[in-house]
């Protein structure tokens, strides 16, 4: 699958706000949300215009596609796939988006972000249920066990 491989703190600085997508750097004062206030490129230091309702749903909606590093098309199907469920289809988009096996390696604290998650999950360090499993978007079930491999143990990444 692609991703996004550009600079990852011009999509905070887009959103005026910080997304945590560089783990820690996003805490210190080297965070560039905090150095320019204003977002990246040409037209970024011009008077704001107001934004549309249209505008404000896009933005939400890249802010939370940017948070959890996919693409559209991924983000689509995703959002397809709630809508098919019942109950409220934003709930249940953000239950499924937080079900991802890259997301729950971030937030179990294996890895800094959720790009590094990523890294980890795509390079087969973790083990699902005791089958190993590659796939960063694969959904966690509760009662799901995850362990990290024997081999794996002794990588720095995961220690810290």
Not at 41 to 52: D, E, F, M, V, Y
């Amino acid at each position: 699958m692609a991703r996004y491989t550009n600079p990852s703190c011009r999509l905070c600085r887009r959103e005026r706000q910080k997304l945590f997508l560089k783990g820690t750097k996003c805490f210190t004062e080297k965070c560039p949300v905090e150095r320019r206030g204003f977002p990246p490129g040409q037209h970024g230091q011009s008077r704001r215009q107001k934004i549309s309702e249209y505008g404000v749903q896009l933005r939400e909606k890249q802010k939370v596609r940017r948070t959890y590093g996919l693409l559209e098309t991924q983000f689509r199907n995703t959002f397809a796939r709630a809508l098919k469920t019942t109950g409220r289809t934003g709930e249940t988009l953000v239950k499924l988006l937080e079900r991802r096996l890259d997301n729950v390696v971030y937030r179990l604290g294996f890895a800094p972000s959720r790009k590094a998650a990523r890294q980890l999950v795509t390079h087969g360090h973790f083990l699902v249920n005791n089958a190993p499993v590659d796939v960063p978007s694969y959904l966690v079930r509760p009662g799901d066990t995850i362990q990290v491999r024997e081999k794996s143990k002794k990588m720095e990444v995961l220690h810290a």
